[in-house]
Structures are given as C-alpha cells and as structure tokens.
C-alpha cells in the first residue's frame, strides 16, 4: 500500500485548494446572515479554544449537535466550516463548532483534552447531550469524545454526555498515518498512535443513554470515491464498535460534506434524527 497516495486527500482531490477556499468564503457569508448565533464563545483560556453557537430561528429547547472541523490536526479552524450547520439548523438542531489548537504547537492527545473541554461547556450551558460529529480529523476527535470515561475524566459530567456520534470521513486507526508526511508535524510515537486509534479502544454502551438502541450509537459516513484506505477504516471502525457504514455515492473527501448543507437529504435527516433522541423532554 502506497499510504502516502493513500491518505494525502488534498493531493488526490483536484481543485482542493479552491475548494478550501470556497468553503471559508461560504462560510463567513452564513456567519453574517444567520441571526440566531454566539460567536466566540470561550470554552478555555487559550486563543484557540473559542466555539460558535449556532441556534434554529425561533430558538427553544432544541437538541444539540457538536460539529468538529478537519485539517489533519494541523490546519484549518472553525471559521471553514460554519455553512454545514445550515440543514441541521433548518431541522431544529443547534449546532456548535469549535476550533482547537494545532501541530506542531500541541501534541493531538491534547486536541482531544480541549474537545472535551468543549463539550462539557456546551452541557454545562446548555444541559444538553450532544451528537458529536466532525469531517476528517474532526471525525476522530468526535469518536475520542464517544469513547470517553466522563465521570474519571471531568468529574461532574454524566457517565452517557456522548452517547451518539457521527463521524464523516474519519481516522480511526493512526498507525498507518506513520509513514507519511501528514504524520511529520504530529511527531506521532508509535505507542502514541496506538493510543490515540479509537479502532483500538474498548467500544463504549450504547445503551448507556435509555434512548440510543443497541448500534444505533454509532454511523460512519465516507465518500465512495474516497480512498481505499478511508473507506476501510469506516468500516472497521463501525464493525469494532457495533455501529453502522455508509459510503455516499460519487462523494470524495471534501464533497461527502456537501449533503449537510441540505436540510432533506438522507445524511442532515440521520444527523437530526440522532440528536433528536438526546434532546431534553
């Protein structure tokens, strides 16, 4: 396997960088039109550690989902990726998308540290459960948050605070990100790799929450023009933890994004019908 090829989207893709590009435009726009918002929010003291809340018109005791953007843990923020709330929001879910610090200047364990930081903000604000989902690296740090122990890890918070995640395009297993470029800036040790491969953890109940069904916890999205090696680690991921697959026809890396700006597509419909279950009474 050529892992480089294999795990190097921005050079597979062709147009990736005016894709980028046409994200963060498109992305400022919704910020400047979407008039129920929080923008800034500070979940730490860092100046990365800012989230944007985003609330449905007409606000409400809305459910919650948490969105994490991607970048390979080394690039991008918050602000490219605004615009993909808009279907969940035109179905009555929030959505709150925070930014994280970046390698080389932190290590990713402490990138997941941060996310968790986000999420019990968001609960302690909100007394909400979220979804957790997130595109590319954001998809597994939303699994990191799935798969963590709250009660040992940030007494106060319920043991069930993520028991629904929707991972797109997502890194379950680091390991074979070693042999590349992408894993330099990382400075990734092997054991780290290991430790930080949600593939390897121990799967979390989904039962935990009384209303998430046995495997309905999990669902694993991937563009079906990804990869190989995308399309597999969705795959095992879901099969490791009991979870669903799903690979979207014609979709690559950056346009398996596309259907949640789309408040009836099938993709924006599963999102809003897991953090549907989470909600409040």
């Not at 699994?143 to 995640?165: E, F, I, K, S, V």
């Not at 490791?240 to 009836?264: I, K, M, Q």
Request: glycine share 8%; net charge positive.
């Amino acid at each position: 396997m050529d892992a480089q090829a294999e795990y190097d989207n921005r050079a597979r893709v062709p147009g990736s960088a005016e894709l980028l590009a046409r994200w963060q435009r498109d992305a400022a726009a919704f910020r400047e039109a979407w008039p129920e918002s929080d923008l800034g929010l500070a979940y730490g003291p860092g100046k990365r550690e800012k989230l944007d809340l985003f609330r449905p018109e007409g606000g409400g005791n809305t459910p919650l989902a948490i969105f994490i953007h991607g970048g390979y843990w080394q690039g991008l923020d918050r602000t490219f990726c605004s615009h993909f709330a808009h279907g969940l929001l035109q179905r009555g879910v929030a959505v709150a998308v925070p930014s994280y610090e970046l390698a080389p200047a932190v290590p990713i364990s402490r990138m997941v540290e941060q996310m968790r930081a986000a999420t019990a903000f968001l609960f302690r604000r909100l007394k909400r459960r979220p979804l957790v989902t997130g595109h590319s690296a954001g998809g597994h740090l939303a699994a990191m948050l799935m798969a963590t122990d709250w009660r040992a890890t940030l007494p106060g918070m319920p043991q069930d605070l993520t028991p629904a995640c929707l991972p797109i395009s997502g890194v379950f297993e680091l390991e074979p990100l070693m042999p590349t470029t992408i894993a330099k800036a990382l400075r990734l040790r092997p054991e780290d790799a290991r430790r930080l491969s949600p593939r390897h953890m121990k799967p979390p109940s989904f039962t935990s929450h009384h209303l998430i069904t046995p495997g309905a916890g999990l669902h694993c999205v991937v563009g079906a023009a990804e990869s190989g090696e995308f399309i597999r680690q969705s795959r095992d991921f879901a099969a490791a933890w009991g979870g669903s697959f799903e690979a979207l026809t014609g979709r690559n890396h950056f346009t398996v994004l596309d259907p949640l700006l789309d408040a009836r597509s099938p993709l924006t419909t599963r999102a809003a019908d897991m953090a549907s279950l989470l909600a409040p009474g």
